[in-house]
């Protein structure tokens, strides 16, 4: 059976409808930050069932890790109540550590030590006694895929390998309840799947109780409940099904052969009544506020089944208003821009890291005004691929050209020309909003008046200004996401590098961040994309799917989506796709 398989074969009733593993009653908390004292839970209730994987779902700051940390019994409530599997996580907190699996965002491994010794710390750390290790053990590894990698160092694991061996030691001793804050942020769709199918093993085979806080909001939809907050409270509790069911008749797929999909996806979100509009392939989703369905001229609008995203937008869309999404508005880079011309053009790319090829000759062109997806595994070197074209790394082989420039004799002159938004958000923690823009736009010579305009700029387009005085290190992850776009855009680059630059954001910070994109393509800025999100790759042009340093495929979103078509499977989404081509990949290399 697969990952996939899995997935659908999990049901609800291994739940003890009368059992509670965790009850949150009237949770409220506090922090200072500076002189301000910020809420980031507000009288928040809920239960988590027994023997069933709960979701905790929310935008950047909804307080998700604030409760799973207080539910650790790591932090005290100011008040309220948590009750953990019958204990008091405040006034029991050792009690229930000690009952409990917990898994936090950035989970403790020991890079410099190998998997084996990871377990032998964390079994440690967690009184497993010697003699029920090895079968303990045997069980994670089967469980996590890991068996031959014992003896591999951390730190030489693929991000989605340090997330399954993570896990597997939050679970060296057998908790009754499992607490994963974010687990899957910044993995691969195959390792999402397969972390997934070790929680509903854990469920279904062991009985564990499972609260889950995620980004992605598929992942939400695989849950038995979820639980929604927003800034700090409860917006809505049940199950995924039961909350879809509200939008139905106000979901729509509009679809025109006459028109772009960004243009048509500008139109619709314009039109009246519409809350919500995604690119989805050459169609754009919409969802309405009522069942009124929107009115496209020159389009077909057709209803479409209600998903869990529709509903938890709309939740949103009820507090936050309709307000449209803001974009930046800039002069075009020219008036002739040609969407024929090749601004980036790589051929046989290759970078060795002794023996190991990271990159093994890859070749591919991009033209002026494109967005280009690169998609892959972890370890596929995406990443490594684009900090070559960056500048920031020499090729071991081959020739790339980047905006008229070749990147092994001219680097500088390219990057004068590139703006480059890095995986981590490179920003300066212990520097302003203000100050982080200024540092950056003097790396890029700006200076003086120019350097003041551009800084305008950025503080307005980005809707920075009432926190230009905010340490960067103290915002939430959207807000990050905000400034360090607008740092990579104070030059005006003719080329946009975006590595993984949505990991961990919430659906409408994406929904802005790509907004922005959009605009910069329209303008005849070229976009380069890394992204674990496949959502996010029906918004390019063209995509190129890579594993073990070479491209796998390079097409259209349709035409990729096209070749894990079947009759089992009409209509795969670009996750089924992309799964799909890296199985085959690993069954061809095994073969």
């Not at 409808?17 to 928040?44: C, M, T, W, Y």
């Not at 804050?181 to 509903?200: A, F, K, Q």
């Not at 243009?263 to 392939?281: E, F, N």
């Not at 020219?334 to 046989?348: C, G, H, K, L, Q």
Request: net charge neutral; glycine share 10%.
């Amino acid at each position: 059976m697969t990952a996939a398989d899995t997935l659908t074969a999990v049901s609800p009733a291994a739940s003890s409808p009368d059992r509670i593993a965790l009850e949150v009653s009237g949770i409220s908390k506090r922090f200072h930050v500076g002189p301000r004292r910020v809420p980031a839970l507000q009288n928040v209730s809920f239960r988590v069932r027994q023997g069933v994987v709960t979701g905790l779902v929310g935008p950047d700051a909804a307080g998700k890790t604030t409760l799973m940390r207080l539910a650790a019994g790591l932090l005290v409530p100011d008040a309220g109540r948590i009750s953990v599997l019958g204990m008091d996580a405040t006034t029991q907190s050792l009690d229930v550590q000690g009952a409990i699996g917990y898994m936090p965002q950035r989970f403790g491994l020991y890079e410099d030590l190998t998997v084996q010794e990871n377990l032998d710390l964390y079994a440690d750390l967690q009184g497993v006694p010697e003699a029920s290790r090895a079968a303990r053990y045997a069980e994670l590894m089967h469980m996590a895929g890991l068996e031959r990698f014992t003896r591999r160092l951390a730190g030489k694991l693929s991000g989605g390998m340090k997330q399954k061996l993570g896990l597997a030691c939050a679970l060296v001793r057998q908790p009754s309840l499992l607490l994963l804050d974010e687990p899957t942020v910044g993995v691969d769709p195959l390792s999402r799947r397969e972390l997934w199918d070790i929680v509903y093993r854990l469920v279904s085979e062991q009985g564990t109780s499972v609260l889950l806080s995620t980004a992605y909001l598929d992942e939400a939809e695989r849950c038995n409940e979820v639980v929604l907050l927003h800034e700090g409270k409860l917006l809505d509790q049940g199950d995924p099904a039961g909350l879809c069911e509200t939008m139905r008749g106000r979901s729509y797929e509009i679809s025109s052969a006459g028109i772009d999909k960004r243009a048509l996806q500008s139109r619709v979100a314009q039109t009246p009544g519409v809350i919500d509009a995604l690119i989805l392939g050459e169609r754009v989703r919409a969802v309405t506020r009522d069942q009124t369905p929107p009115v496209i001229s020159g389009a077909e609008v057709t209803a479409a089944e209600p998903r869990f995203e529709d509903c938890f937008v709309a939740l949103l869309k009820q507090k936050t208003g309709d307000a449209q999404i803001a974009r930046t508005a800039e002069r075009p880079l020219s008036t002739d821009t040609d969407r024929s011309r090749t601004v980036i053009e790589v051929s046989n790319l290759q970078r060795r890291f002794g023996n190991f090829y990271a990159v093994n000759n890859i070749s591919f062109a991009v033209r002026q005004g494109e967005v280009f997806g690169l998609l892959g595994a972890n370890g596929a070197g995406k990443s490594t691929t684009f900090r070559m074209l960056c500048g920031l790394l020499p090729p071991s082989g081959g020739t790339l050209r980047v905006a008229g420039a070749d990147l092994r004799h001219a680097a500088a002159t390219a990057r004068e020309r590139i703006g480059y938004m890095s995986q981590k958000f490179s920003l300066y923690g212990n520097l302003s909003v203000a100050e982080n823009l200024r540092f950056f736009g003097s790396v890029y010579g700006l200076s003086g008046k120019r350097g003041a305009e551009r800084i305008a700029w950025a503080l307005e387009e980005f809707e920075l200004t009432g926190i230009a005085g905010f340490t960067s290190g103290e915002l939430s992850l959207g807000y990050k996401q905000r400034l360090a776009l607008a740092c990579s855009l104070m030059h005006r680059p003719e080329i946009l590098f975006l590595d993984e630059p949505t990991s961990g954001v919430d659906p409408l910070a994406r929904r802005e961040f790509w907004s922005r994109i959009n605009s910069l393509a329209a303008q005849g800025v070229t976009v380069m994309v890394t992204t674990h999100f496949m959502e996010e790759a029906e918004y390019c042009d063209r995509i190129a799917i890579m594993a073990a340093g070479e491209i796998l495929t390079m097409g259209t979103p349709g035409s990729i989506k096209q070749q894990a078509r079947t009759e089992q499977q009409p209509d795969p989404t670009m996750e089924d796709a992309f799964v799909e081509l890296i199985l085959a990949h690993e069954k061809q290399v095994a073969a």
